[in-house]
């Protein structure tokens, strides 16, 4: 496979992958986004605490996700252009900031300020290691991006966990034991940031002018568009999907099956951990099987899960939802790497632009969900979204990935 000429190490790095750097970034990403999911852990204790409407509840998913969305391809795009590798564990700090400041927030308004906060730092760490995995990759960039990705989702998984076991006896307040884990994740972006800074980056006008040259061989610009925009869709399908579970599954069990907050929180844990695991397979399997393959058999093969999980009995709605949440999954990763290849030469932007997608996407549709929420019914949310898996059909006008190589 033709190498894209992005910012990339030296040529001797890209022989063999580097698998210390790669699991330093995806512990990293299990503790950022652990801590990012005491947020939504905390929604079943803010909602009774401070008498939130699920209006509000969506707008505070909006306010973090809407904060990385429209900084991470900022960050990225900048990234290409001039590596700053110590703003790695710089990012982190704004993380710490909003940990202290949710846990301690007497109000709506300050919770706000917290995860706005919160959202900067993942507005750092997300396009900057995603580019990290990028460079120690070697020849295995699905399984590279695969390796830093399940760290995330083994992170948010950990939120329904928190719910049970911390923040239900020690209410909000108990999010201050996260700050340890930011400690922890600073002092590995450190380790990180040096490895990054000892990469020889190809300077920026013979990147630019060598991705043109190579992408002149492949496919079109009108093409290459309509592949983004395709890509496009498929996240937004994909995390929309997300949202309404990770935002409101766990109510629609309190509220229609009469579980309690503890049980509820297990059944979110179970499709958390199951998105874990669909996220380290997919890459290793769109690195043998292709990545359009992967892409559109992820999407749309979690359309009958989805579909079924509104009428099925508490026990298979529980089956379902982690069937769903494996299969689905598995996409994330392989997009960010097929969109790498679309656009040689801008790795940092790409991986800005939809770790950008998927956060503004998620917090919108938590919004948007939300308010539909108040007007409906949670079961309502159930039943309108389990139909967007559908559009993973859209993954069939994709370009083959030997039109990448041409």
Sequence with gaps: MAQPAASVTAPSANKHTVYPILFAISIVHLLNDSMQ????????????SLALTYTQIGLIAFAMNITASFLQPAVGLYADIRPRPYILPVGVCFTLLGIVTLALAPSFGVILCAVIAMGIGSAVFHPESSRVAYLAAGGKRGLAQSIFQVGGNIGSSLGPVMTALIFVPLGQIGVLWFTFAALTAIVLQYYVARWYSRQDIVPRKKRAASAIQEAAGRLTRGQVVAAVSILVFLVFSKHVYISSITSFYSFYLIEDYGVSVERAQLFLFAFLVASAAGTFFGGPLAD?????????????GTAPFSLLLPHASLFWSGVLCVCAGFVLSSAFSIIVVYAQELLPGKVGLVSGLFFGLAFGIGGLGSAVLGTIADATSIAFIMNLCAFLP????LALLLPRDEALNA
Aim: charged residues 15%.
């Design 37 to 48: 999911s005491t947020i939504s852990a905390l929604f079943p204790i803010l909602k009774d």
């Design 288 to 300: 043998r099987y292709g990545r359009r393959n992967i892409i559109w058999l992820s999407i749309v």
């Design 390 to 393: 559908l559009l993973g059909l």
